[in-house]
Protein backbone atom coordinates (compact mmCIF):
# COMPACT_ATOMS: atom_id res chain seq x y z
CA UNK A 1 0.00 0.00 0.00
CA UNK A 2 0.76 3.01 -0.86
CA UNK A 3 1.80 6.37 1.34
CA UNK A 4 0.01 9.00 1.18
CA UNK A 5 1.44 11.89 -0.76
CA UNK A 6 3.12 14.53 0.87
CA UNK A 7 1.71 17.93 0.88
CA UNK A 8 3.98 20.78 0.88
CA UNK A 9 3.94 24.57 1.79
CA UNK A 10 4.23 26.76 -0.81
CA UNK A 11 7.52 28.08 0.79
CA UNK A 12 8.89 25.03 0.77
CA UNK A 13 7.55 24.12 -2.66
CA UNK A 14 9.21 27.26 -4.07
CA UNK A 15 12.63 26.28 -2.20
CA UNK A 16 12.45 22.51 -4.37
CA UNK A 17 11.49 24.31 -7.60
CA UNK A 18 14.59 26.13 -7.14
CA UNK A 19 16.96 23.18 -6.42
CA UNK A 20 15.47 21.33 -9.46
CA UNK A 21 11.94 20.10 -8.79
CA UNK A 22 9.58 19.97 -11.39
CA UNK A 23 6.76 22.38 -10.50
CA UNK A 24 3.24 20.75 -12.49
CA UNK A 25 0.60 23.53 -12.91
CA UNK A 26 -2.40 21.20 -13.13
CA UNK A 27 -5.28 23.80 -13.64
CA UNK A 28 -7.64 24.48 -16.83
CA UNK A 29 -6.12 26.96 -19.58
CA UNK A 30 -8.88 29.68 -18.39
CA UNK A 31 -7.58 29.57 -14.34
CA UNK A 32 -4.01 30.12 -15.55
CA UNK A 33 -5.31 32.78 -17.34
CA UNK A 34 -5.73 35.35 -14.11
CA UNK A 35 -2.29 34.13 -13.13
CA UNK A 36 0.57 31.00 -12.56
CA UNK A 37 3.37 30.28 -10.08
CA UNK A 38 6.34 31.69 -11.81
CA UNK A 39 8.47 29.02 -13.66
CA UNK A 40 5.30 26.14 -13.45
CA UNK A 41 4.16 24.07 -16.44
CA UNK A 42 0.99 23.79 -17.60
CA UNK A 43 -0.47 20.50 -17.95
CA UNK A 44 -4.11 20.11 -16.74
CA UNK A 45 -4.68 16.92 -14.73
CA UNK A 46 -6.73 15.47 -17.91
CA UNK A 47 -3.90 15.56 -19.83
CA UNK A 48 -1.38 14.00 -17.51
CA UNK A 49 -1.65 10.45 -18.80
CA UNK A 50 -1.24 11.74 -22.37
CA UNK A 51 1.70 14.22 -22.24
CA UNK A 52 3.73 13.66 -18.90
CA UNK A 53 6.25 11.58 -21.07
CA UNK A 54 6.64 14.27 -23.46
CA UNK A 55 7.16 16.98 -20.66
CA UNK A 56 9.58 14.86 -18.16
CA UNK A 57 10.75 11.81 -18.87
CA UNK A 58 13.05 11.40 -16.28
CA UNK A 59 11.12 9.49 -13.54
CA UNK A 60 13.52 10.42 -10.88
CA UNK A 61 13.00 13.77 -11.18
CA UNK A 62 11.06 15.46 -7.96
CA UNK A 63 7.48 16.72 -9.59
CA UNK A 64 5.58 18.98 -6.86
CA UNK A 65 1.84 19.66 -8.74
CA UNK A 66 -0.25 22.93 -7.79
CA UNK A 67 -3.87 23.67 -8.41
CA UNK A 68 -6.29 25.65 -7.18
CA UNK A 69 -6.48 25.20 -3.43
CA UNK A 70 -4.69 21.84 -2.83
CA UNK A 71 -7.62 19.29 -3.73
CA UNK A 72 -7.13 18.32 -7.59
CA UNK A 73 -3.02 18.38 -7.27
CA UNK A 74 -3.74 15.20 -4.83
CA UNK A 75 -5.17 13.77 -7.60
CA UNK A 76 -2.88 14.66 -9.77
CA UNK A 77 0.03 13.23 -7.90
CA UNK A 78 -1.53 10.09 -7.46
CA UNK A 79 -1.93 9.85 -11.23
CA UNK A 80 1.83 10.46 -11.42
CA UNK A 81 2.56 7.99 -8.99
CA UNK A 82 0.54 5.34 -10.43
CA UNK A 83 2.74 6.04 -14.11
CA UNK A 84 5.91 5.42 -12.09
CA UNK A 85 6.90 8.75 -10.81
CA UNK A 86 8.15 8.07 -7.42
CA UNK A 87 9.14 11.03 -6.10
CA UNK A 88 5.99 13.22 -5.94
CA UNK A 89 4.14 15.89 -3.62
CA UNK A 90 0.97 18.92 -3.85
CA UNK A 91 1.53 21.95 -2.70
CA UNK A 92 -0.86 22.65 0.15
CA UNK A 93 -3.48 25.40 -0.48
CA UNK A 94 -2.76 25.37 -4.10
CA UNK A 95 -2.35 28.77 -5.81
CA UNK A 96 -4.85 31.10 -3.63
CA UNK A 97 -1.98 30.14 -0.78
CA UNK A 98 0.87 30.59 -2.83
CA UNK A 99 -0.46 34.26 -3.95
CA UNK A 100 -1.66 34.93 -0.22
CA UNK A 101 1.80 34.46 1.04
CA UNK A 102 3.50 36.42 -1.50
CA UNK A 103 5.55 34.50 -3.95
CA UNK A 104 6.54 34.84 -7.51
CA UNK A 105 4.25 34.69 -9.83
CA UNK A 106 3.48 35.29 -13.48
CA UNK A 107 0.72 37.56 -14.84
CA UNK A 108 -1.85 35.28 -16.98
CA UNK A 109 -3.42 36.42 -20.18
CA UNK A 110 -6.61 38.33 -18.48
CA UNK A 111 -6.87 41.90 -18.25
CA UNK A 112 -5.79 42.78 -14.52
CA UNK A 113 -8.79 45.01 -13.63
CA UNK A 114 -10.79 41.55 -14.78
CA UNK A 115 -8.88 39.47 -13.23
CA UNK A 116 -9.13 41.25 -10.18
CA UNK A 117 -12.17 42.56 -10.20
CA UNK A 118 -13.99 38.96 -10.54
CA UNK A 119 -11.74 36.53 -8.85
CA UNK A 120 -14.37 35.37 -6.43
CA UNK A 121 -16.00 34.00 -9.39
CA UNK A 122 -12.92 32.68 -11.14
CA UNK A 123 -12.19 30.33 -8.49
CA UNK A 124 -16.06 28.41 -8.61
CA UNK A 125 -15.45 26.18 -11.33
CA UNK A 126 -18.96 26.82 -12.34
CA UNK A 127 -18.03 30.47 -13.73
CA UNK A 128 -14.26 30.39 -14.63
CA UNK A 129 -12.93 32.65 -16.74
CA UNK A 130 -14.91 30.90 -19.49
CA UNK A 131 -18.44 32.03 -17.74
CA UNK A 132 -16.96 34.99 -16.99
CA UNK A 133 -16.43 36.34 -20.46
CA UNK A 134 -19.83 34.97 -20.88
CA UNK A 135 -21.68 37.21 -18.70
CA UNK A 136 -19.02 39.91 -20.28
CA UNK A 137 -20.58 38.95 -23.54
CA UNK A 138 -24.51 38.89 -22.19
CA UNK A 139 -26.98 41.74 -22.94
CA UNK A 140 -29.88 41.40 -20.56
CA UNK A 141 -32.82 44.07 -20.57
CA UNK A 142 -33.97 45.54 -17.42
CA UNK A 143 -37.77 46.99 -18.19
CA UNK A 144 -38.38 49.28 -14.73
CA UNK A 145 -35.64 50.68 -12.81
CA UNK A 146 -37.59 51.10 -9.92
CA UNK A 147 -37.92 48.80 -6.76
CA UNK A 148 -37.35 45.84 -8.79
CA UNK A 149 -35.42 47.37 -11.44
CA UNK A 150 -32.63 48.65 -8.93
CA UNK A 151 -31.45 45.99 -6.74
CA UNK A 152 -31.47 43.63 -9.80
CA UNK A 153 -28.84 45.87 -11.96
CA UNK A 154 -26.83 46.85 -9.05
CA UNK A 155 -25.91 43.03 -8.71
CA UNK A 156 -25.81 42.48 -12.73
CA UNK A 157 -23.36 44.88 -13.21
CA UNK A 158 -21.51 43.82 -10.46
CA UNK A 159 -21.61 40.70 -11.37
CA UNK A 160 -20.08 42.17 -15.16
CA UNK A 161 -23.27 41.05 -17.79
CA UNK A 162 -21.31 43.32 -20.22
CA UNK A 163 -24.49 45.37 -21.45
CA UNK A 164 -27.62 46.21 -19.35
CA UNK A 165 -30.39 47.62 -21.08
CA UNK A 166 -32.88 50.16 -18.95
CA UNK A 167 -35.90 51.00 -20.36
CA UNK A 168 -38.23 53.24 -18.06
CA UNK A 169 -40.06 56.73 -18.62
CA UNK A 170 -40.51 57.82 -14.95
CA UNK A 171 -38.58 60.30 -13.31
CA UNK A 172 -37.36 59.69 -9.43
CA UNK A 173 -39.38 60.84 -6.97
CA UNK A 174 -38.60 61.15 -2.89
CA UNK A 175 -41.14 58.19 -2.22
CA UNK A 176 -38.95 56.27 -4.51
CA UNK A 177 -36.09 56.60 -2.35
CA UNK A 178 -37.06 54.16 0.82
CA UNK A 179 -36.37 51.18 -1.80
CA UNK A 180 -35.16 52.04 -5.05
CA UNK A 181 -31.75 51.84 -4.08
CA UNK A 182 -29.70 53.07 -7.27
CA UNK A 183 -31.53 56.42 -7.04
CA UNK A 184 -30.36 59.41 -4.67
CA UNK A 185 -31.97 62.82 -2.79
CA UNK A 186 -29.84 64.40 -5.28
CA UNK A 187 -31.31 63.18 -7.83
CA UNK A 188 -34.94 63.67 -7.45
CA UNK A 189 -36.47 64.74 -10.70
CA UNK A 190 -33.83 63.30 -12.49
CA UNK A 191 -35.04 60.33 -15.55
CA UNK A 192 -34.55 56.84 -13.42
CA UNK A 193 -33.02 55.68 -16.33
CA UNK A 194 -30.46 58.35 -16.24
CA UNK A 195 -30.04 58.21 -11.86
CA UNK A 196 -29.38 54.62 -12.85
CA UNK A 197 -27.23 54.85 -15.27
CA UNK A 198 -24.81 56.92 -13.05
CA UNK A 199 -25.03 54.67 -10.13
CA UNK A 200 -23.93 51.57 -12.41
CA UNK A 201 -20.73 53.09 -13.94
CA UNK A 202 -19.66 54.31 -10.76
CA UNK A 203 -20.08 50.48 -9.16
CA UNK A 204 -18.50 49.25 -12.70
CA UNK A 205 -17.22 51.73 -14.99
CA UNK A 206 -16.29 49.02 -17.51
CA UNK A 207 -19.75 47.97 -18.52
CA UNK A 208 -22.09 49.18 -21.13
CA UNK A 209 -25.01 51.26 -19.35
CA UNK A 210 -27.98 51.76 -22.31
CA UNK A 211 -30.54 54.06 -20.91
CA UNK A 212 -33.87 54.14 -22.94
CA UNK A 213 -36.10 56.58 -21.53
CA UNK A 214 -39.52 54.92 -22.85
CA UNK A 215 -42.77 53.31 -21.72
CA UNK A 216 -42.87 49.64 -22.79
CA UNK A 217 -45.89 49.91 -25.45
CA UNK A 218 -47.31 47.57 -28.32
CA UNK A 219 -45.24 49.94 -30.79
CA UNK A 220 -41.94 49.13 -29.43
CA UNK A 221 -41.82 46.22 -26.99
CA UNK A 222 -40.10 44.06 -29.36
CA UNK A 223 -37.47 46.60 -30.82
CA UNK A 224 -36.94 47.40 -27.18
CA UNK A 225 -36.08 43.44 -26.05
CA UNK A 226 -34.70 42.30 -29.18
CA UNK A 227 -31.08 40.53 -29.59
CA UNK A 228 -31.08 40.28 -25.95
CA UNK A 229 -30.25 37.08 -23.98
CA UNK A 230 -32.53 37.57 -21.04
CA UNK A 231 -35.75 40.37 -19.67
CA UNK A 232 -36.03 41.09 -16.65
CA UNK A 233 -39.45 42.09 -15.67
CA UNK A 234 -39.09 45.32 -12.89
CA UNK A 235 -42.45 46.33 -14.49
CA UNK A 236 -45.18 47.62 -11.88
CA UNK A 237 -48.79 46.93 -14.26
CA UNK A 238 -50.52 44.25 -15.81
CA UNK A 239 -50.26 45.95 -19.50
CA UNK A 240 -46.47 46.24 -19.81
CA UNK A 241 -46.46 42.85 -18.52
CA UNK A 242 -48.90 41.24 -20.58
CA UNK A 243 -46.35 42.48 -23.79
CA UNK A 244 -43.54 41.54 -22.09
CA UNK A 245 -44.85 37.76 -22.01
CA UNK A 246 -45.77 38.39 -25.56
CA UNK A 247 -42.40 39.49 -26.63
CA UNK A 248 -40.40 36.78 -24.80
CA UNK A 249 -42.77 34.26 -26.93
CA UNK A 250 -42.13 35.77 -30.43
CA UNK A 251 -38.71 36.73 -29.83
CA UNK A 252 -37.91 33.10 -27.74
CA UNK A 253 -36.19 35.07 -24.73
CA UNK A 254 -36.22 33.95 -21.27
CA UNK A 255 -38.43 36.42 -18.90
CA UNK A 256 -37.92 36.80 -15.23
CA UNK A 257 -40.51 37.32 -13.39
CA UNK A 258 -40.95 39.24 -10.29
CA UNK A 259 -43.88 41.29 -8.29
CA UNK A 260 -44.34 42.29 -4.83
CA UNK A 261 -47.43 43.67 -2.71
CA UNK A 262 -47.38 44.75 0.96
CA UNK A 263 -45.15 42.21 2.49
CA UNK A 264 -45.05 39.11 0.20
CA UNK A 265 -43.00 38.83 -3.22
CA UNK A 266 -42.72 36.10 -5.69
CA UNK A 267 -40.70 35.24 -8.73
CA UNK A 268 -40.14 32.82 -11.68
CA UNK A 269 -38.62 31.93 -14.85
CA UNK A 270 -40.95 31.44 -18.16
CA UNK A 271 -38.45 30.54 -20.79
CA UNK A 272 -40.06 30.18 -24.40
CA UNK A 273 -36.98 27.82 -25.28
CA UNK A 274 -38.19 25.37 -23.40
CA UNK A 275 -41.59 23.58 -24.36
CA UNK A 276 -42.50 22.79 -20.73
CA UNK A 277 -42.69 25.95 -20.03
CA UNK A 278 -45.61 28.06 -18.91
CA UNK A 279 -45.52 31.84 -20.10
CA UNK A 280 -46.89 34.48 -17.77
CA UNK A 281 -50.54 34.13 -18.55
CA UNK A 282 -50.21 30.68 -17.22
CA UNK A 283 -50.10 32.29 -14.16
CA UNK A 284 -52.23 35.09 -14.60
CA UNK A 285 -54.72 34.27 -18.18
CA UNK A 286 -56.39 37.33 -17.73
CA UNK A 287 -55.57 41.09 -16.69
CA UNK A 288 -57.20 41.66 -13.13
CA UNK A 289 -58.89 44.72 -12.42
CA UNK A 290 -56.93 47.40 -10.77
CA UNK A 291 -59.43 47.31 -7.41
CA UNK A 292 -58.02 43.58 -7.01
CA UNK A 293 -54.38 44.44 -8.18
CA UNK A 294 -53.47 47.92 -6.41
CA UNK A 295 -49.58 49.19 -7.32
CA UNK A 296 -47.11 50.08 -4.07
CA UNK A 297 -48.16 53.66 -3.90
CA UNK A 298 -51.99 52.40 -3.48
CA UNK A 299 -51.05 48.87 -1.06
CA UNK A 300 -47.71 50.13 -0.26
CA UNK A 301 -44.72 47.71 -0.15
CA UNK A 302 -42.29 47.09 2.83
CA UNK A 303 -38.99 48.66 1.48
CA UNK A 304 -36.31 45.33 1.81
CA UNK A 305 -39.03 43.22 0.37
CA UNK A 306 -38.33 44.35 -3.42
CA UNK A 307 -34.30 43.78 -2.78
CA UNK A 308 -34.84 40.56 -1.97
CA UNK A 309 -37.17 39.80 -4.69
CA UNK A 310 -34.85 41.66 -7.23
CA UNK A 311 -32.23 39.98 -6.36
CA UNK A 312 -33.56 36.41 -6.61
CA UNK A 313 -34.60 37.79 -10.37
CA UNK A 314 -30.64 38.41 -10.55
CA UNK A 315 -29.61 35.38 -9.69
CA UNK A 316 -31.98 33.50 -11.82
CA UNK A 317 -30.28 35.81 -14.72
CA UNK A 318 -27.48 34.53 -14.37
CA UNK A 319 -28.14 31.22 -13.88
CA UNK A 320 -29.36 31.63 -17.35
CA UNK A 321 -26.97 33.25 -18.80
CA UNK A 322 -24.05 30.57 -17.38
CA UNK A 323 -26.18 27.55 -17.99
CA UNK A 324 -25.77 26.54 -14.41
CA UNK A 325 -28.29 25.62 -11.59
CA UNK A 326 -32.00 24.82 -12.14
CA UNK A 327 -33.83 28.01 -12.96
CA UNK A 328 -37.19 28.83 -11.88
CA UNK A 329 -38.89 27.17 -14.70
CA UNK A 330 -42.23 25.39 -14.28
CA UNK A 331 -42.20 27.13 -10.38
CA UNK A 332 -43.04 30.00 -8.34
CA UNK A 333 -41.27 31.28 -5.21
CA UNK A 334 -43.45 32.70 -2.57
CA UNK A 335 -41.52 34.79 -0.27
CA UNK A 336 -43.50 36.18 3.03
CA UNK A 337 -41.23 38.70 4.80
CA UNK A 338 -43.82 38.85 7.98
CA UNK A 339 -43.69 34.98 8.66
CA UNK A 340 -39.82 34.58 7.21
CA UNK A 341 -40.98 32.25 4.91
CA UNK A 342 -40.17 30.75 1.28
CA UNK A 343 -42.39 28.59 -0.41
CA UNK A 344 -42.39 27.37 -3.78
CA UNK A 345 -45.50 26.52 -5.91
CA UNK A 346 -45.82 23.87 -9.15
CA UNK A 347 -46.02 26.43 -12.15
CA UNK A 348 -47.10 23.82 -15.34
CA UNK A 349 -47.27 24.85 -18.79
CA UNK A 350 -51.03 25.47 -19.86
CA UNK A 351 -52.61 23.52 -22.83
CA UNK A 352 -55.04 26.17 -23.21
CA UNK A 353 -53.16 29.54 -22.07
CA UNK A 354 -54.53 32.34 -23.97
CA UNK A 355 -50.66 33.41 -24.54
CA UNK A 356 -48.90 29.81 -24.86
CA UNK A 357 -51.70 27.49 -25.51
CA UNK A 358 -51.37 25.21 -28.03
CA UNK A 359 -53.93 26.18 -30.47
CA UNK A 360 -53.42 30.42 -29.81
CA UNK A 361 -52.38 32.04 -32.91
CA UNK A 362 -50.38 35.73 -32.27
CA UNK A 363 -53.15 38.59 -33.08
CA UNK A 364 -50.49 41.25 -32.40
CA UNK A 365 -49.38 43.48 -29.20
CA UNK A 366 -52.66 45.99 -29.84
CA UNK A 367 -55.13 43.69 -29.32
CA UNK A 368 -52.90 42.47 -25.64
CA UNK A 369 -53.00 46.16 -24.78
CA UNK A 370 -56.97 46.16 -25.95
CA UNK A 371 -57.54 43.01 -23.45
CA UNK A 372 -55.42 45.11 -20.97
CA UNK A 373 -57.37 48.26 -21.41
CA UNK A 374 -60.83 46.39 -21.37
CA UNK A 375 -59.60 44.99 -17.68
Known amino acids: MHEPIPEIDPAAALERQRAGALLL ?6 ERATGF ?70 RGTLDPDFAERYSRHLVLPEVGVAGQQRLANARIALVGAGGLGAPAALYL ?55 IEQ ?6 VEELLRDHDVVIDG ?35 FDPRRPDSPCYRCLFPQPPSAAEAPNCSEAGVLGVLPGIVGMLQASEALKLLLGIGEPLVGRLMCHDALAGTFRELRLPRDPGCPGCGDDVRFAGYEDIARVCASA
Do not use: M
Not at 180 to 209: C, F, M, W, Y
Not at 215 to 220: I, L, Y
Open 25 to 30: DVREPD
Open 157 to 211: AAAGVGTLRLIDDDRVERSNLQRQVVHTDARIGVAKVESARITLSALNPTLRIDA
Open 37 to 106: PAGSIALPIGEIQARIGSIEPDRTREILTICASGRRSLLASECLRGLGYARVGSVRGGFAQWTREGLPGA
Open 235 to 269: ADNFPVRYLLSAASLRLGIPLVYGAVHRFSGQVSV
Open 215 to 220: RVDASN
